[in-house]
């Protein structure tokens, strides 16, 4: 038997398919990175003016870049006055006025009646009962310390008692017979006290005394 001959295919070659497919995706790469770059750069500039309408009115600067002394009256200018409120914050309670005051304050005052004339009952009653009370004085005390019957000696022992520290006086009197007496005195003490202490002292010195009341 005999073999048939092969027949040549015919078309084009594989070399031209495959470069008009290289043609036809890098065409379709380049189209896609150019809608990328649109739609990047229109979100930028949306995002750049809405942040620029965001941002507050920059404040004027003078040319050592401290604001300004005309920025900073405009924006002290349109600053809004102070308002006060007391009587929103606080509709129930009264106003305190001047004569309110003063009100008040003759409303607790207390009065002090005057004192009486002098030609009052009153003081007739206390001017009539003053002489039958007179104003008692204080008791003392006195020590007699000896009676002598010449003064030399009553001097004597006036010294003694004077060196002991105690207040001493002769006393002059007379006696029954018209005789002259020398009585020596110390004192006085305004209390029963200090008259026993000077009892003590002098009898610890061997000198007798006898405690006199006066008043």
């Not at 002394?69 to 001047?98: C, I, K, R």
């Not at 003490?189 to 202490?197: E, G, L, P, S, T």
Request: glycine fraction near 8%.
């Amino acid at each position: 038997m005999g073999t048939a001959p092969r027949q040549k295919k015919t078309g084009a070659s594989p070399r031209g398919t495959t470069k008009s497919a290289v043609t036809g995706s890098g065409s379709k790469s380049w189209l896609w990175l150019l809608t990328g770059f649109l739609l990047g750069a229109g979100s930028v500039a949306l995002w750049f003016i809405d942040n620029h309408h965001a941002q507050p009115a920059s404040i004027a600067c003078g040319p050592t870049g401290l604001p300004s002394a005309n920025s900073t009256l405009a924006s002290q200018s349109h600053e809004p006055a102070p308002h006060f409120d007391f009587y929103n914050l606080l509709p129930g309670q009264p106003a305190v006025t001047s004569s309110s005051t003063q009100s008040y304050e003759n409303q607790h005052v207390t009065h002090t009646p005057p004192p009486p004339p002098e030609n009052s009952p009153q003081a007739g009653t206390v001017n009539s009962a003053s002489p039958h009370n007179p104003p008692s004085t204080p008791s003392s005390y006195a020590l007699q310390c000896g009676s002598f019957a010449t003064l030399a000696e009553a001097d004597s022992r006036r010294a003694a008692i004077i060196m002991l520290g105690f207040s001493a006086e002769v006393h002059p009197a007379k006696i029954a017979n018209n005789q002259a007496r020398y009585r020596v005195m110390v004192g006085p003490f305004v209390d029963h006290q200090k008259a026993a202490f000077a009892i003590h002292q002098l009898s610890r010195h061997g000198l007798a005394s006898i405690l006199v009341k006066k008043g």
